[in-house]
């Protein structure tokens, strides 16, 4: 179906796909986890999100591990 250099060619774009979702989702897990550490040691003025819920500082650390989780086991997949 594909010429070889369509597919030599088109292996950047999921690799590099996979790894901005890693990096993304590694960035909100900081923001989110600084602020729920912040926030329970007292220095909500420092916490990037003011410390508003710690409920969803909890489910965004969950969704970002699962994003990474699957960016890195995609990344693997990829030849």
Do not use: H, N, R
Not at 14 to 33: D, E, H, R, T, Y
């Amino acid at each position: 179906m594909y010429s070889s250099a369509t597919s030599q060619k088109g292996w950047l774009m999921p690799k590099a796909l996979c790894l901005i979702g890693l990096v993304l989702s590694v960035l909100v897990a900081l923001i989110f986890l600084f602020d729920l550490i912040l926030g329970l040691s007292g220095q909500v003025a420092l916490a990037p999100l003011k410390a508003s819920s710690y409920l969803i500082d909890v489910l965004f650390l969950i969704a970002a591990s699962g994003l990474a989780w699957t960016s890195w086991s995609t990344f693997k997949e990829q030849k």
